[in-house]
């Protein structure tokens, strides 16, 4: 039975969708007003630009999952299969969202070819833990890392 470890962020993107329409309400508005402000006009269309910048960051979220054998990775591309034996880092990230800290799974997939995921967990859920300890048994070579700093620029 598969487990989820990653938090589920893919739903958030609708939030700077809707932000994005009331942004672009406001530039109409300037534009057709008579006392143009070109300061906020700028303001807001960089802002409406960071919306569709976080619209694709969180479009693009993927979903992490294990079970006894395997790491499942689904995005909106498909699933991928990945044994827990070819996971070779576990490591904190000092990216953070919400106070939560995301971790950094580098794994090998089925074409030898070096990959990383980033994920989010759970909030109130100990899969995680239950996941490092199955990777640990599967690859006891396997590094994790419940720390980080500044200089480490492998996030």
């Known amino acids: 039975m598969k487990k989820r470890i990653s938090t589920n962020l893919r739903w958030v993107r609708f939030i700077p969708a809707v932000v994005f329409m009331a942004l672009l309400y ?23 630009i960071v919306c569709v910048l976080l619209y694709f960051i969180f479009d693009s979220a ?7 054998n395997h790491m499942f990775i689904t995005s909106k591309n498909g699933e991928e299969r990945i044994p827990l034996k070819n996971i070779h880092v576990i490591k904190l990230t000092s990216l953070e969202i919400n106070k939560r800290k995301m971790w950094k799974i580098k794994y090998t ?26 990777v640990y048994k599967a690859n006891n070579k396997v590094l994790i ?3 980080t700093h500044t200089f480490d620029f492998d996030q």
């Open 26 to 48: 406001s530039i109409v508005n300037l534009i057709n007003s008579h006392n143009r402000e070109n300061e906020a006009l700028i303001g807001i269309c960089i802002s409406a």
């Open 62 to 68: 993927k979903k992490v999952e294990f079970d006894q």
């Open 109 to 134: 997939d089925n074409y030898v070819t070096e990959k990383s995921v980033r994920i989010l967990p759970r909030l109130f859920n100990n899969e995680f833990e239950k996941f490092k300890d199955a």
């Open 145 to 147: 890392q419940k720390w």
